[in-house]
T-cell receptor
Framework: DTGVSQDPRHKITKRGQNVTFRCDPI?????LYWYRQTLGQGPEFLTY????????KSRLLSDRFSAERPKGSFSTLEIQRTEQGDSALYLC??????????????FGPGTRLTVL | ELKVEQNPLFLSMQEGKNYTIYCNYS?????LYWYRQDPGKSLESLFVLLSNGAVKQEGRLMASLDTKARLSTLHITAAVHDLSATYFCAVPVYSGGGADGLTFGKGTHLIIQP
């Protein structure tokens, strides 16, 4: 049973460095989402892909954040010039996007980012 | 802007007791999701509620949806320690291109003590 996978699971970086996270969705899922979760809060929606098209990116937190899904399979989330406030758990989710699936989103284990 | 509010945010209860978590949301939605999160872990899907009056049950957990009141409940029956976790409700926000990213409540941190 292959679920959503994310890499790395943990990332420690210094302020000002760039970081990139990878997400591999469930293989037949055409929809992919990125979320950020800070301590004591629910996940916050960042961006959405349908296949390779990024159809919602207005919720990305700043222009330092960008995401790609070049072939409609795996996705990457990049944060440039990291700040201490970027420390959080970054979650990826995927869904089938078909009517009878109720578009249920399945989450990966997340990448925990710590910015020193 | 859609707001999702859960209460209580923190709940400590004894094994064997019953309790209900409430989830209110501010705008019309056609569905609502419940997730569970264990410490340091990701989110596990519990229920998808699709219509007014929907009720779903899995073991000691039962979820319901009242779309007119914009209210969902998660009821715990005869709680056991294994149900200790944080529970989130979430509602989709539809935007460009059919995007349906979820807006989550702050979560209910549930501790069940022997």
């Amino acid at each position: 049973d292959t679920g959503v996978s994310q890499d790395p699971r943990h990332k420690i970086t210094k302020r000002g460095q760039n970081v990139t996270f990878r997400c591999d969705p469930i293989s037949e899922h055409n929809r992919l989402y990125w979320y950020r979760q800070t301590l004591g809060q629910g996940p916050e929606f960042l961006t959405y892909f349908q296949n390779e098209a990024q159809l919602e990116k207005s919720r990305l937190l700043s222009d330092r954040f960008s995401a790609e899904r070049p072939k409609g399979s795996f996705s990457t989330l990049e944060i440039q010039r990291t700040e201490q406030g970027d420390s959080a758990l970054y979650l990826c989710a995927s869904s089938l996007g078909r009517g009878d699936s109720y578009n249920e989103q399945f989450f990966g284990p997340g990448t925990r980012l710590t910015v020193l | 802007e859609l707001k999702v509010e859960q209460n209580p945010l923190f709940l400590s209860m004894q094994e064997g007791k019953n309790y209900t978590i409430y989830c209110n949301y501010s705008t019309t939605s056609d569905r609502l999701y419940w997730y569970r999160q264990d410490p340091g872990k990701s989110l596990e899907s519990l229920f998808v509620l699709l219509s007014n009056g929907a009720v779903k049950q899995e073991g000691r957990l039962m979820a319901s949806l009242d779309t007119k009141a914009r209210l969902s409940t998660l009821h715990i029956t005869a709680a056991v320690h294994d149900l200790s976790a944080t529970y989130f409700c979430a509602v989709p926000v539809y935007s460009g291109g059919g995007a349906d990213g979820l807006t989550f409540g702050k979560g209910t941190h549930l501790i069940i003590q022997p």
